[in-house]
């Protein structure tokens, strides 16, 4: 449908909406009045050969000229927007994938090419978040068939960028998250790159929580590699650790882990599919999984990790992956800080064999890295931890993780926070228990994870003694303003740690 | 958690979102800063007593100052707000209708607390559009049981306002929508009335279609009346037929609807909740529905029909209202006018018995209205059309229908469009089909229904022989551009009539 009296000029307002397209148009503007469009109408935009379909939130006021739209920063991306470009606006053809949606709700199973029109729509901006959310909450549960599942993650893989590599044996690892300080990732990466496996792994950067391993990695190297650059350090070391976000595998995932998170589902065949897709198109194939298990993890019991074992093992398999699920205790934090530079320094303890490095850091690292050692077929079972003890002794790994931060960009000293407050006990008494998410808000207000050196450092693990006004962790940030912050919270009382007098 | 630091500036931007409440502040503001708020976080927003959960987006230039902050027109509605008072903002607690929707979605059948606890956050605006999209989703198709459903009306009706009536009898209509035209409800009301019994109606504004019985009926008279004033032209004239937002009866169904049209769902169970809490609210206890079927209709098959009469009687039945449900012909549009005034111009036409009023509107007026009056004791089965024709054709349901709209404010003259296009046909032969849609987009388009005047008037129902030239339909507009918006569409070959020629 060609309407060429439907333009108007962009002006830019700058409101993040995150990854929801919205439109901004004057209520009383000509294409609003002559096509009927009312506030929450979805309506096509399109900018020289790019289109999108967007959100429409009218204007009562004179914030924009009568000749005047703006976007959502989002759709401004996506459309690739320029200040005064004309943009036209139209009706949206029907969505097709909007059929598919409401027949999963109304319990039916997905043809794989229904699938792939969702997916495809979703990466494309076609579909609301409203539309998203419908899809997901008629996956979530069990409500997805393992052959859904299996073109859920193909739809994934192919809706975004794949890496490709000249060897047909590449190693990955993945964690099932909701562990604070679980960064075993750069030793591990350091370890096996050491070893002479090819591994290629691509980390998140946090959304709600005080660090991602990209964000803690960037600690000490540029994260931000486009697949070049990627294949370049990889080609030259083994290994490398870089940010997800920079190559752009499975852009689905982002997109609806964002609308998940919001009610806290949890979809079985969405967190399988949100795994392998990002693995697949990272061209892997042999995979060691850690899953913490514990209750203020992400896997609560042992019969959802053996259920959710079975799951990925068979889809992974599907896709010529060899997948080794390793079940790891979820209790507590793992390591002693919180936030980039804090979790960095832990893992330069832990690379350098400082004598007070956090050992369950270096354990937990060790025994992923010997599972991944144990794909290579030279190596017998149970020699695997053994390897890798060896490469971490010897300052191997430590040597390949400088060779790897060197290839990314130059490796950078950790910094450290200006301001350092320590938080005594009240009681002596021994910890019983550690509120993760209490850790988390505390780091966070106190500037993690965009200020790298703030956080929290932990000092004393649980089954600790401690005594009365002994330091039972430290905040750091950058400026004294965030350090308030975090005390202010504190001062509401909530504290961290529960300590049980000694009777 | 009191945060005393955490208060911004509102300002007035005029965005509107229709029903979700947005809050918009700079991306680099303290609270932001302090609390580490993000584009979609959700927030609590507090203003002198009130207090409502919105979703955040955030400003990255200087449309607001530092201590600025704007509201969506809803959220700036709901916490009648004013330009410049002070707001706090700070993390909601976790809302626990979420867990509710998440047990919805898992599959589990809700109780009755967990469904009042789910439709009271709604209405108060504490889940976002996501979250409600979820529960939508996941109690559609059939998977309410008739319990979720009982209770879903209880908690829908406990929500909003409730009208009482001396008289234990009260009688009351409703139709299953998706046909144009269809406006019985004025004829209807007025020959009850005019017989005696109770019938308090109202009625809905459009919210995607050329017009809604408040939006006709407002031709006639005012439609915006309090409930003092409702219930005075009722006790008065026996009954009324205003707009039902101006009473707010059942608010969560038009929350509900509004995320339901997004992405076309029907859910049974919402729907006979959404009919019944309004029926309910309006103390009625005796209920005629009209339930047109056909293929371009909301009810497409007889099967669908049955199931929903039993699903409607059965849950009527607990509320002691008594239920009747008529199934009509949805084949094609009822009378000849679409639009405010056109459509009051058909109703105005029967009312007065004019030769050349629109039969099939008057004959399902006065099936229906037969179907009310036989809800009296006194009238035997079979009686009640003879009665209803007799007060048509006596002139007394005409005196009734004036007395109402005097009681209501005062009647008007029905206006008529400056502008009058005729489109006539471009060859000779039968009419073969009417397509529902475009006839509703053309009057949309000239104008209806915030234009009363505009709309399309058919001028050739279904099965009429035409000749060459002839006229099939007149275009009525307010302004010469709505006029030409809509010969545009027509222009680009959006066709309203299937002509099949003869052979």
Redesign the interface.
């Known amino acids: 449908?060609?309407?060429n009296?439907a333009s108007l000029k962009l002006r830019?307002?700058?409101?993040?909406?995150?990854?929801?397209p919205i439109i901004?148009m004057r209520?009383d503007c000509?294409i609003c009045?002559?096509?009927?469009f009312?506030?929450?109408a979805?309506v096509r935009v399109t900018l020289n050969d790019r289109s999108i379909v967007a959100t429409l939130?009218?204007?009562?006021?004179d914030?924009l000229k009568h000749n005047e739209a703006s976007l959502?920063?989002y759709a401004w991306e996506l459309l690739s927007a320029k200040e005064g470009a004309e943009i036209s606006i139209t009706h949206p053809k029907p969505l097709e994938s909007?059929n598919y949606?409401?027949s999963k709700?109304?319990?039916h199973e997905l043809k794989a090419e229904e699938t792939k029109s969702i997916i495809e729509d979703i990466v494309a901006g076609q579909l609301?978040?409203?539309?998203i959310?419908?899809?997901?909450?008629?996956s979530?549960?069990n409500n997805l068939t393992q052959k859904e599942v299996f073109d859920l993650t193909t739809a994934m893989v192919n809706t975004g960028q794949r890496l490709t590599w000249p060897s047909n044996f590449i190693v990955d690892k993945h964690c099932v998250g909701g562990l604070p300080g679980n960064r075993t990732t750069p030793i591990l990466v350091a370890i096996v790159a050491a070893f002479g496996l090819i591994i290629p792994k691509t980390s998140s950067r946090a959304i709600t929580s005080p660090s991602g391993t990209a964000d803690t990695m960037e600690v000490f190297a540029p994260v931000n590699l486009d697949i070049p650059r990627l294949k370049k350090v990889v080609e030259q070391e083994n290994g490398c650790i870089v940010w997800g976000g920079s190559v752009a595998l499975s852009p689905a995932d982002d997109l609806l882990i964002?609308?998940e998170k919001?009610?806290?589902?949890d979809s079985e065949g969405q967190m399988v599919a949100s795994i392998l897709s990002k693995k697949i198109a990272a061209g892997s194939n042999h995979l060691v999984i850690d899953m913490p298990i514990g209750t203020t993890a992400k896997v609560r019991s042992i019969a959802r990790a053996e259920f959710l074992k079975k799951f990925l093992c068979s889809i992974a398999k599907q896709f010529n992956i060899i997948a080794k699920i390793i079940f790891t205790d979820g209790a507590q934090p793992v390591g002693r800080g919180i936030g980039p530079a804090l979790e960095a320094r832990d893992i330069l303890a832990v690379l350098t064999c400082d004598k007070n490095a956090p050992q369950d850091l270096r354990e937990r690292a060790l025994i992923l890295a010997g599972e991944v050692i144990e794909f290579s077929p030279n190596v017998s079972p149970g020699q695997g931890k053994i390897m890798a003890t060896h490469l971490l002794d010897s300052g191997k790994a430590f040597e390949k993780f400088q060779a790897i931060c060197l290839a990314q960009g130059g490796m950078r000293e950790i910094p450290i926070a200006p301001y350092v407050h320590s938080v005594d006990s009240i009681k002596s008494g021994q910890i019983i228990n550690i509120d993760n998410r209490h850790i988390a808000r505390v780091a966070?207000?106190a500037g993690a994870p965009n200020s790298k050196s703030a956080g929290v450092d932990l000092l004393t693990p649980l089954g600790t003694i401690v005594e009365k006004n002994q330091p039972l962790f430290e905040i750091h940030s950058q400026t004294k303003?965030?350090l308030n912050?975090a005390l202010?919270f504190l001062k509401?009382g909530h504290d961290i740690f529960q300590i049980e007098e000694n009777s």
Do not use: P, V, W
């Open positions: 449908m060609s309407e009296y830019y307002l700058g409101i993040d909406t995150y990854k929801d901004y209520e000509h009045k002559s096509e009927g009312e506030a929450q979805r939130n009218t204007i009562e006021t914030l959502s920063c909007l949606i409401r709700i109304y319990g609301s978040d409203i539309n959310a419908m899809f997901i909450a008629a979530a549960g964002r609308i919001t009610a806290d589902l966070k207000l303003s965030e912050y202010d509401q």
